[in-house]
């Protein structure tokens, strides 16, 4: 078993290397698109562990600050919490501290932007996904239409058209592997990328209980030409 399995392996890197060299054309294409996945992987997996943040417990501490008119309070904490989280708590607080009328749609802007942020380069992954099989199966068209033609001119038996469209194949495989990944990877981080803006929706409705009653003109306004300056 342990013969016949090595075998096998020869065999299919004696067929990948036929296809790197033969079929450049669809396998250099694939290979940018496996290195571009990769790189994305690891950028966006880096991105998203440096800001992630239990927003539970700050949610609940930001609450009580909110309570009680303690807006110093409540932009120290969001800054204390950092990350992408903080940074849209932050500037909610900026926006309640200068009376915003109309604090829903400004703190949508800042929400949308950082959503930005969170969304960069995963049209690659999508891009990727969507053509890598396609790359591999015009690899394999033309291997195919090679083969049958070499054969046909030379007279080929059936053994050596099996062994030539095998062969066509790995690229129809190569592209169904990196494409398989990058779905999976965009998806993953789509997943991500919809938490955060749940958390970024929590925010939101925490302060807009707060707008309208807590923050009133005479008891705010101190704080809000302090905040302003900032």
Partial sequence: MEVEAAVHGNKFLEYF????????????????????????????SLYYARNKRDVTIFIQ?????LERSNLEGAQALSNQLGGVVGEVAEEGVRLIAVEKEDFSRAFDIT????????EKYLAILGTIGATAPF??????????IVTLQVLGEAGGQTQEVVIGIAKALIATGYGLIVAIIAVIMNN?????????????QLLK???????????????SG????QFYRR
Avoid: H
């Fill in 17 to 44: 290397f036929a296809f790197m060299v033969q079929d450049w054309f669809a396998f250099w294409p694939i290979t940018i698109c496996s290195i571009l996945t990769v790189a994305v992987v690891i950028e966006r």
């Fill in 61 to 65: 501490r930001l609450q009580r600050e």
């Fill in 111 to 118: 929400a949308n932007i950082v959503g930005r942020k969170l």
């Fill in 135 to 144: 790359l591999g199966l015009f690899g394999t068209v033309v291997g195919v």
């Fill in 188 to 200: 993953y981080y789509t997943n991500i990328v919809r938490r955060f803006e749940e958390d970024f």
């Fill in 205 to 219: 409705l925490l302060f807009l209980s707060f707008t309208s009653t807590t923050f009133s003109k005479p008891q």
């Fill in 222 to 225: 101190s704080q809000s030409q």
